[in-house]
């Protein structure tokens, strides 16, 4: 069963081959069986779990199922779940018990879906190695002594050890794409707006958007159309109908016009990964597509903006958590401030007290301009490159890292070091334009994405391409050994 895609094995649900009961088993077993090796997940719901499989058999024996009844998944720990740990990777969270359910999370298990438990992730979702986790690494399964990327580290290794069919995440600068990458397995960002923020703990509110982890394309188009969609307890969600996403992707691609990004294959890109970014755009060119050249003059100016943005909104966010309301408070405060001072000191990581520090900072008074409003300059900058390069092409395709998975510990001690990660995938959010990525090859073994960008609310363009790309190619199947 563990080598199907999620469209595989609910056609198998739906023949009667199994059971949702006895998938769900099977996949919790696996789930216990990896967590020494990999640490994909913070908690499993197990009972919940086999108990909601019961609930989707009867449903499906009833010919009440939906495409996505029966079908198990993981949420990444950053999405609120009532009566469930939500611990967003932090000892700040970790006794907290979410009273109420996220909209990704409802709406998923209003469709049937079967949670078996909640992913590790870095630290608030700060990181893009998975090693800020109060929980403890979460490690590659292509390569235990790799990270698997962050911060969506825990739902992207679960995709690729086979623990589950789709896993949730998030991505503000990166966060689903380049764990996908790292992975070996397929993550889509959606538009900012398209999926719903409410009970999605948050980092950086203009930035963060919910997505899915699958194996395939076809898979995360199944899911997004179900988890996406206009939320009135989410004022940044938008109000237009969900397309069918899955009804797009055998379209033919013929025509498809392809921008590559001059400043992405320029420097910094390893010579072997860009081999085989090349090799998929081969793949395109033989289905139709063209590839022409286009720039983003200010792209080589998003880390920074990024790195004064976010910080600045996460500091904001942070300040709720103060050690009176809810999570973590310190022992036997002497006053009020030392209840503060030593919440926060103890509760929060060196990560999280790094960004909060820097946020503090530029939206301090005098700095504010310098700082924080020439980044939101340079944000609207980069949306603008954006906006005419689509103007020529219809998507944009190149590398999703820089490099491969890399050892744990290697980029630890260097902050700007690990944040150069994400020079790729930080553009998408800093405009909100959807993107995704999808394997296409290996470097000594290691998997390697292609990142596809779109125009906002492209997704059903993207999932066609990537779809299209998928069926020529089995980069997608290749499961790590020893999770076969
Ligand atoms: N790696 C980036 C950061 O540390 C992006 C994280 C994310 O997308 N959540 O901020």
């Given amino acids: 069963m563990t080598s199907k895609t999620l469209a595989e094995l609910a056609a198998g649900l739906r023949n009667k081959e199994f059971s949702s009961v006895e998938l769900t088993r099977d996949l919790l077993g696996r789930v216990q069986a990896a967590q020494p ?16 499989a019961q609930a989707a058999d009867r449903e499906i024996a009833a010919g009440r199922a939906g495409p996505l ?191 590559l990004l001059k400043e992405f294959f320029e420097k910094g890109l390893e010579p072997q990964n860009e081999r085989c970014v090349r090799a998929a755009l081969a793949v395109y060119e033989r289905l139709g597509a063209s590839l022409r050249e286009v720039s983003l003059p200010h792209i080589a100016l998003s880390v920074p903006a990024y790195y004064v943005v976010a910080p600045a909104e996460c500091s904001s966010n942070l300040a709720r958590y103060d050690g009176v309301r809810f999570g973590y408070r310190c022992k036997d405060p002497r006053d009020l401030a030392d209840l503060y001072r030593r919440s926060r000191g103890e509760g929060f990581g060196a990560e999280v007290k790094r960004r909060i520090m820097t946020g503090t900072y530029v939206l301090s008074a005098g700095y504010y301009d310098a700082y924080y409003l020439k980044a ?45 990660n994400d020079i790729y995938t930080i553009g998408a959010n800093l405009a909100g334009l959807p993107a995704l990525s999808i394997p296409c090859g290996f470097v000594e073994r290691l998997p390697i994405g292609l990142q596809i960008i779109g125009p906002h609310f492209a997704e059903e363009r993207l999932l066609n391409a990537a779809h299209a790309y998928q069926r020529e190619t089995d980069w997608h199947r290749r499961v790590p050994p020893g999770y076969e």
């Fill in 37 to 52: 090796a990999l640490n994909a997940l913070i908690s499993v719901t197990g009972d919940a779990a086999i108990a909601q």
């Fill in 376 to 420: 939101q300059k340079v944000r609207q900058l980069i949306a603008t490159d954006f906006e005419r390069a689509f103007a020529e092409v219809d998507v944009i395709m190149g590398p999703t890292t820089p490099t491969a998975a890399f050892e744990l510990g290697a980029k630890t001690a260097d902050p700007v070091t690990m944040y150069l």
């Fill in 69 to 259: 009844t029966g079908m198990p998944l993981i949420h990444k720990d950053i999405f609120c779940t009532e009566g469930v740990r939500t611990s967003c990777g932090s000892r700040m969270l970790d006794g907290f018990v979410s009273p109420y359910d996220a909209t990704v999370v409802a709406k998923l298990r209003s469709a049937g879906m079967v949670m078996l438990g909640k992913a590790n992730m870095d630290e608030f979702a700060m990181g893009s190695s998975n090693e800020t986790s109060y929980y403890g690494p979460v490690r590659n399964p292509w390569d235990t002594r790799r990270v698997p990327g962050g911060s969506s580290g825990g739902s992207a290794v679960a995709v690729a050890a086979r623990l589950t069919p789709a896993a949730t995440a998030t991505d503000t600068g990166g966060s689903i794409r380049q764990p996908a990458a790292l992975c070996g397995v397929t993550g889509i960002k959606p538009t900012y707006g398209r999926v719903s923020r409410y009970g999605m703990i948050a980092f950086a509110s203009s930035l963060d958007q919910g997505g899915i982890i699958t194996v395939s394309a076809e898979d995360a188009a199944l899911v997004l159309t179900a988890m996406a969609g206009f939320d009135p307890r989410d004022s940044t969600s938008v109000d237009r109908p969900v397309p069918d996403y899955a009804a797009a992707l055998e379209r033919p691609i013929a025509g498809l016009k392809i921008g």
